[in-house]
Nanobody
Framework: QVQLVESGGGLAQPGGSLRLSCAAS????????LNWYRQAPGAQRELVAA???????SYADAVKGRFTISRENAKNTAYLQMNSLKPEDTAAYYC?????????WGQGTQVTVSS
């Protein structure tokens, strides 16, 4: 069993920045693909960014150029650096570890972008 704990959410002004962290409980983190999803009220959960065990990254068009996903396998931790935040980035953000044979989710962290 793998536990994921997100942190770093909060209130930011438009144009501001936040960095989310996702800490995993086990070293199996290192072999999985790590995804960041978000879900706004009344909307479906959407994939924001992903990073493979080898470090290849991908992003949703809505965040490309503003968000950066990274991981530190030695710390079993992944990050989502969010810059140039917009009100439409307001959502609960979840990290997800995809191990092909199993998938684990964190409890989520709220990001609110408002002036």
């Amino acid at each position: 069993q793998v536990q994921l704990v997100e942190s770093g959410g909060g209130l930011a002004q438009p144009g501001g920045s936040l960095r989310l962290s996702c800490a995993a409980s086990g070293s199996i983190f290192r072999v999985g693909r790590l995804n960041w999803y978000r879900q706004a009220p009344g909307a479906q959960r959407e994939l924001v960014a992903a990073i493979t065990s080898g470090g290849s990254t991908s992003y949703a068009d809505a965040v490309k150029g503003r968000f950066t996903i990274s991981r530190e396998n030695a710390k079993n931790t992944a990050y989502l650096q969010m810059n140039s935040l917009k009100p439409e980035d307001t959502a609960a953000y979840y990290c997800n570890l995809d191990l092909l044979t199993a998938s684990y989710w964190g409890q989520g962290t709220q990001v609110t972008v408002s002036s």
